[in-house]
């Protein structure tokens, strides 16, 4: 049996772009944008911009005892279209992720949760950023009013779990951390690691 890899080139973790110069083009209290003049992996100049995010982005699956799930939705500047979403914002760096993620939970929805369990972490755009982002299932909810940003104007919809997951297949969810989110808690629902 052959069992060779059929990758083609050197496999390695290691860092093959050389950094030259690094300037910051715009700074503002979520973002930093820098330029970099940079030597590529094949040895040539080149350029790179970097977007650098000052908070973790953070995700939340409420679910309660029937199944259900909550989404908000919003008008997204930077898009210029309505998103429909998981519970999610962002996160001080030098704060607890948990406990951003409760504040979050409790402003858009105004749900609070007994149980909270650690479900993804990954990088949202990786070709020009380095946004982190991290995502909890919140369960054994309880109930009270919303207390939105004044830069948010959000709609609440409760819904069964398995509606939510069809307007990520039906593509009506766009946005790759409720995509990704709401995936992972279907295939951790059937495989039983997940119970509601």
């Known amino acids: 049996m052959d069992t060779k890899h059929h ?13 030259l110069s690094i300037n910051q083009v715009y700074d503002n ?5 820098t ?14 911009g ?36 998981i519970p999610e914002g962002g996160g001080p760096l030098n704060r ?10 409790l402003e858009e929805t105004g749900i609070r949760a007994q149980r909270w369990t650690p479900l993804l972490d990954m990088h949202l755009s990786n070709s020009v950023s380095d946004e982190y982002g ?22 609440i919809r409760r819904l069964p779990f398995s509606e939510a997951l069809e307007m990520v297949l039906q593509g009506e969810i766009t946005d790759s951390l409720s995509v990704a989110a709401l995936l992972k808690v279907n ?3 059937r495989r039983g690691i997940l119970n509601v």
Not at 7 to 19: A, D, H, K, L, R
Not at 29 to 33: G, L, N, Q, S, T
Not at 35 to 48: C, D, Q
Not at 96 to 105: D, F, H, I, K
Request: hydrophobic share 35%.
């Open 7 to 19: 990758n083609e080139g050197p496999q390695t973790t290691s860092n093959p772009w050389q950094t």
């Open 29 to 33: 209290p979520w973002i930093r944008v």
């Open 35 to 48: 330029h970099r003049e940079v030597r590529n992996p094949s040895g040539g100049a080149g350029i790179y």
């Open 50 to 85: 970097v977007v650098h995010f000052k908070n973790v982005a953070i995700g939340i699956v409420p679910i309660d005892a029937e199944g259900y799930t909550w989404l908000v939705g919003q008008y997204r500047y930077a898009l210029d279209r309505y998103s429909w979403e």
């Open 96 to 105: 607890p992720l948990l406990e951003s993620a409760q504040r979050e939970l």
């Open 134 to 155: 991290i995502v909890y299932v919140a369960q054994e909810l309880e109930f009270g009013a919303a207390q939105p940003e004044e830069t948010e104007q959000l709609q």
């Open 187 to 189: 295939e951790w629902l």
